[in-house]
Structure formats: structure tokens, C-alpha cells
């Protein structure tokens, strides 16, 4: 079987286990972000290398817009993996298993909601950001695979049931999607998920 099609059955038959096994979270996940926005507070997002740019990439969504018929307000959602110098100076001046944890201790507030994604489920980094915001009494979302460690310690874990990294974020990618467009719907249109 080549690439191209093994690929593509791999996914088919992956997305609608996923969806099985973490609907519910994805749904937890939407009406917890949407009472942060109703009570004018923000999400907080991280994630190392393709989760990274996920993390941008969720984080505009959110301030930008995601459906463009959609004339609205921007909503307050910050990536934290994109600030150079403080990633820099942390990661020198003291480990860089502290870049997420830091930046969630200076940055949240009651009410906000942190967003973690990590495909392994156990990159330190983001493990410590959970257990920052615990400590700062806020919830956290863990975008990542079953098994992986910090489902256990996040408020809500949307797990895909695959240990292929590509399919665990092409998997991520859409549940976060489904998660801005429901947080849309309900805010701005009164649509009920």
C-alpha cells in the first residue's frame, strides 16, 4: 500500500474513534472556555514545536475570528510560546521546563483557562504549566494522546487514541476548530451545542 493511501486510511479510521472517545471532553472543553469569554477572561495557550504553532494558531482564532461571516469582537486568548525574550531569558536564567509555568503564574487570573497541547502527553514544560495553574486556581484543557501523563493531571483531556504524532495533531487541529466555532455560535449567534 503506498504512503498516500495508508495515510489517509490510517486517519479515516482514527477520526471517528477520536470522536467516540473524546466528544464529550471536546464539548467540556467549548462550555469551559465559553463561561471564561462570558466572564470577560482569557485562555491561555502553549505547546512545543508543531504544538507550538497550534498554540498561534488556536490563539488567533480566538482574537481574530474563525468564521468569517462572522462580524464580532475579539476575544482574549494569548500563545505563550511566541515571546522570544522571555522564553530566552527564562530558559537561561533559570530551566527551560519553566517557560510555560512562569509565564502562567505572571499572566493568569481567576476564571482564565489554560490550554496545553503535547502529543507525547509528557513534555515537562507544559506538565509544569498545569501544575502553575492549579496552584493559581485555574482550569486547564490538555490537547494530547491516551495515556499520556498529563491527562491525568488537567481538568479536561481531549485524548486521541493514537501514538502517530501527525494524526494525534491533525486530530488536535480539528477538535480545537470544533471547539472555536461552537465558542462562536454560542457567544455570538445563541446557538446551543
Request: hydrophobic fraction near 40%; charged fraction near 20%; glycine fraction near 6%.
Amino acid at each position: 500500500m503506498s504512503i498516500l493511501n495508508h495515510r489517509f486510511n490510517e486517519l479515516a479510521g482514527l477520526i471517528p474513534r477520536f470522536k467516540f472517545e473524546s466528544g464529550t471532553k471536546i464539548l467540556e472543553a467549548a462550555n469551559l472556555i465559553v463561561q471564561a469569554f462570558k466572564q470577560n477572561n482569557k485562555i491561555l495557550i502553549c505547546g512545543n514545536g508543531g504544538s507550538a504553532a497550534d498554540s498561534q494558531h488556536l490563539a488567533a482564532e480566538f482574537v481574530n475570528a474563525f468564521s468569517k461571516d462572522l462580524q464580532r469582537k475579539s476575544l482574549s486568548a494569548i500563545a505563550l510560546t511566541t515571546d522570544t525574550s522571555v522564553l530566552t531569558s527564562i530558559s537561561n536564567d533559570f530551566d527551560f521546563t519553566d517557560i510555560f509555568a512562569r509565564q502562567v503564574e505572571a499572566h493568569s487570573n481567576l476564571g482564565d483557562v489554560l490550554i496545553v497541547l503535547t502529543t507525547s502527553g509528557s513534555s515537562k514544560n507544559c506538565i509544569k504549566a498545569v501544575e502553575q495553574a492549579k496552584k493559581n486556581g485555574i482550569k486547564s484543557i490538555a490537547f494530547t494522546r491516551t495515556g499520556g501523563k498529563i491527562g491525568e493531571l488537567s481538568d479536561i483531556s481531549i485524548m486521541v487514541p493514537s501514538d502517530n504524532t501527525q494524526h494525534i495533531q491533525e486530530c488536535h487541529m480539528l477538535a480545537y476548530h470544533v471547539i472555536t466555532e461552537i465558542v462562536e455560535e454560542t457567544l455570538f449567534r445563541g446557538v446551543t451545542p
